[in-house]
Nanobody, 124 residues
Framework: QVQLVESGGGLVQAGGSLRLSCAYS????????MGWFRQAPGKERECVATITRSGGNTYYADSVKGRFTISRDNAKNTVYLQMNSLKPEDTAVYYC?????????????????WGQGTQVTVSS
């Protein structure tokens, strides 16, 4: 059973940075496009960034473009999210997930193997 474990969240002031990590438990990591998602209280879960299997292509939500960078290390079965210039509206629980259908979209319902999430809180 695939397991994803996110880490790296915390409390940071506006303008600060955090780097999230997501460890994938199986050798099939490089079979999947991966995505980072977030869910703020009272809001729907949304995709913030995705990366293709090889890491050659990345996609970002407009709200984070230019501030967040997704990357992956297939040798370590890990996907990262570098978050810079953080804003209070970035406050949310952040999750990683695998693109089960392999379509490379940013649709939440096409992703699976969700981790438990890591809390990111940005103070103003």
């Amino acid at each position: 059973q695939v397991q994803l474990v996110e880490s790296g969240g915390g409390l940071v002031q506006a303008g600060g940075s955090l780097r999230l990590s997501c460890a994938y438990s199986e050798r099939t990591f490089d079979h999947y496009n991966m995505g980072w998602f977030r869910q703020a209280p009272g809001k729907e879960r949304e995709c913030v960034a995705t990366i293709t299997r090889s890491g050659g292509n990345t996609y970002y939500a407009d709200s984070v473009k230019g501030r967040f960078t997704i990357s992956r290390d297939n040798a370590k079965n890990t996907v990262y999210l570098q978050m810079n210039s953080l804003k209070p509206e970035d406050t949310a629980v952040y999750y990683c997930a695998a693109d089960r259908l392999g379509r490379g979209t940013m649709k939440v319902d096409e992703y699976g193997y969700w981790g438990q999430g890591t809390q990111v809180t940005v103070s103003s």
